[in-house]
């Protein structure tokens, strides 16, 4: 009776124990093998969003030279294995563009978008909803599956509260003005975060200033958030002029350099510049015949770049205005990755920053040398190229570059380079203990 007794009050503790500490005790797993594996994602299709579209529709007034549209209107598709997704196409290979000029009407101007691989976080710095401009965001899902994605618009007084989800359907395509989520925003960035495989985003930026096309272009994505970008090709000349825009996320303190073919270029005022968390900032850049904009911060930033260029107004009165844009996203500064760009109609030159001081050459796909120069680091120089359109160029690692489109009257545009290897994402995957709880 009383070794019955011990027992129980042996177990009575024990249960008091386990009540008291709300848990199991268990021995502590020995060291188990840990393997680091490097995964490689599958190699997704490119994807260009199509034609520009006028952001009101095509008004037929009757009159050519009212008409909101255009007969003058040509549209360059460059990539091997193009398939029709929306009013967008896919492509394979490392390259693909299209590239379309707009002779006359509201959307005037040359619009050129590099085609790019499905991601599922994107930044898109770029675009306006103030009066007289419209902002159209693009979403194109290359994938077999479903996929949802989440914008998040910033302007100069932060974050906007309304974001948008949008479900795009397998193989499909969603537009989205962005005017119709926050009107009167001057200067945009796009956030755009996708389930699944992900998404392509590019963003129409089109505007007038009264009745004249003030000029239109696609924002493409730029560099992630990082602390060392460069923006190549802000060289301006004449009455030209350059913007560049800045986000931090989380705020930042950021010093921007301005350089050309000989160094920096002297930018006063932009040597601490404080960036407040979420605020769209816009500095205007000097003149320089041949320009890129070094970006170095404390903290995660994301820019772009925009040229205007003013024309001559065919019809009109004497005091109108009318221009083209073409917009620039900043790169990483040294990453070290090799880009390649397809080459369209209308290309003549590319823009280039060189980080390291040697020869910079870029060669096309049999490796033949199409334009080279030897530059210093810390310089920007504008280099010639003559070769057919659909061309693929491939630019050294270490130079962050662009290939710029122009034509008469004042007709200008931008195509930028992808990287064109996969990136592996490296594993860990190690044996872990567990209880059972014998249910």
């Given amino acids: ?104 009407g509201d959307v005037a101007g040359i619009a050129a978008a590099a085609c790019v691989a499905p991601v599922r976080d994107q930044w898109l710095v770029g675009g306006s909803t103030a009066l007289g401009a419209s902002a159209r965001l693009v979403l194109t899902n290359p994938s077999d599956a479903s996929t949802e994605a989440t914008v998040t618009l910033y302007g100069g007084l932060g974050e906007i ?35 699944g495989a992900g998404i392509v985003a590019h963003l129409q930026d089109s505007r007038l200033d009264g009745f004249q096309a003030a000029g239109t272009d696609w924002v493409t994505r730029g560099a992630q958030p990082g602390t060392s970008l460069v923006v190549p090709g802000v060289g301006v000349a004449g009455e030209a002029t350059a913007t560049l825009r800045l986000l931090a996320p989380e705020g930042a303190d950021a010093s921007l350099t301005l350089v050309g073919e000989d160094g920096a270029i002297e930018w006063g005022g932009v040597s601490a510049l404080e960036l407040e968390p979420g605020v769209v900032t816009e500095v205007e850049v000097p003149a320089a ?83 080279s120069a030897s530059m210093t680091a810390g310089t920007s120089r504008v280099l010639d190229v003559d070769v057919p359109a659909g061309t693929v160029v491939t630019g050294p690692a270490g130079a962050a570059w662009v290939a710029t489109a122009t034509d008469e009257p004042g007709f200008i545009g931008t195509v930028v380079p992808r990287r064109t290897d996969v990136e592996s994402t490296p594993v860990t995957v190690s044996q872990r203990g567990y209880v059972r709880d014998g249910s």
């Fill in 1 to 104: 009776m009383i070794r019955r007794l011990v027992v129980l009050l042996a177990a009575g503790a024990a249960i008091v124990a386990v009540v008291a500490t709300g848990r199991i005790v268990v021995d502590e797993p020995g060291e188990r093998a840990t393997t680091v594996a490097e995964v490689v994602p599958a190699v997704q299709p490119l994807a260009c969003p199509g034609p520009v579209e006028i952001p009101v529709g095509d008004i037929d007034s009757g009159d050519p030279d009212l008409g909101s549209g255009s007969g003058e209107r040509t549209y360059d598709v460059e990539g091997d294995g193009t398939d029709p997704v929306g009013v967008g196409f896919l492509a394979d290979g490392d390259a693909a563009a299209s590239l379309e000029r707009i002779g006359t």
């Fill in 161 to 195: 509260e309304e974001h948008a989800v949008v479900s795009i359907a397998p193989g499909a395509q969603q537009d989205l003005l962005l005017e119709g989520i926050a009107a009167e925003v001057p200067a945009l960035a796009v956030h755009v975060v996708a389930t």
């Fill in 289 to 371: 015949a041949s320009g890129a904009i070094e970006i170095v911060a404390d903290a995660p930033v994301v820019a772009g770049a925009l040229l205007t260029v003013p024309r001559d107004v065919v019809d009109g009165p004497d005091d109108a205005l009318a221009a083209d844009l073409a917009w620039t996203p900043a790169q990483p500064a040294d990453d070290g990755a090799a880009r390649s760009v397809m080459i369209t109609e209308h290309i003549t030159a590319l823009a280039v920053h060189a980080s390291a001081t040697g020869e910079v050459a870029f060669t096309d796909a049999a490796g033949t040398v199409v334009a």
